[in-house]
């Protein structure tokens, strides 16, 4: 079966980096997405990686490495709307399409 | 604005009664997924379907939630006899999947309270 590990929560400052991991364990790899969810709104999509590296959207970034089954998420010039909790996902095992997800880490950002 | 739109947003139940949630997914997408969170945890996956056809169902899916999908667009998801335990936010997703993995694209979810 699945497992994910993300930290619960995180702090950080208006205009600062934060990194938000994620480890996995997984019986076969169909790729890594990262979610945003605001408080009693929905997950809103960020990224999917399936190949090692680092994917930049903008502020965001997404790093993988499928052989230590772990995975970041960066967010560079933080925001108080970054404020929010931070999903990760992978598909799981009996197919590509329904995922797993991480408890998700709440990411609180101040001024 | 052509997302996922679920309704309703929010239901109040007593015990033992009956709800039914409806999900419209994003226009030509042929999946649709039902998932379930809880208060600090992650979505879990409750059951999908590929156009009108119900392809998997969770554990989680007990034998009081039923789920359908009658002309592969909006979905409805039933759950009999309420307990408190459902109570949850109720997502949809939806995806336009041609093979592989796809990229989900979530609806704001029905909260549902079992009192």
């Known amino acids: 079966g699945q497992n994910i590990d993300q930290p619960t929560e995180m702090t950080a400052t208006e205009g600062a980096i934060v990194q938000i991991n994620c480890t996995y364990q997984t019986s076969g790899f169909n790729g890594l997405f990262w979610y945003q969810q605001h408080a009693g709104e929905a997950p809103t999509f960020l990224s999917y990686n399936v190949l090692d590296g680092l994917e930049e959207k903008g502020r965001f970034s997404s790093f993988l490495s499928r052989s230590k089954g772990y995975s970041y998420l960066l967010l560079k010039e933080l925001q108080m709307k970054d404020s929010a909790s931070y999903l990760c996902?992978?598909?799981?095992?009996?197919?590509?399409?329904?995922?797993?997800f991480g408890k998700g880490t709440m990411l609180l950002v101040s001024p | 604005d052509t997302g996922v739109s679920q309704n309703p947003r929010h239901k109040i139940t007593k015990r033992g009664q009956n709800v039914t949630f409806r999900c419209d997914p994003i226009s030509e997408h042929n999946r649709l997924y039902w998932y379930r969170q809880t208060l600090g945890q992650g979505p879990e996956f409750l059951t999908y379907?590929?156009?009108?056809?119900?392809?998997?169902k969770s554990r989680l899916l007990s034998d009081r939630f039923s789920a359908e999908r009658p002309k592969g667009s909006f979905s409805t998801l039933e759950i009999q006899r309420t307990e408190q335990g459902d109570s949850a936010m109720y997502l949809c997703?939806?995806?336009?999947?041609?093979?592989?993995?796809?990229?989900?694209?979530f609806g704001p979810g029905t909260r549902l309270t079992v009192l």
């Open positions: 379907f590929q156009n009108e056809a119900q392809l998997e």
């Open positions: 997703a939806s995806s336009p999947w041609t093979g592989g993995t796809d990229t989900q694209y």
């Open positions: 996902a992978v598909p799981l095992n009996s197919g590509y399409s329904t995922l797993t």
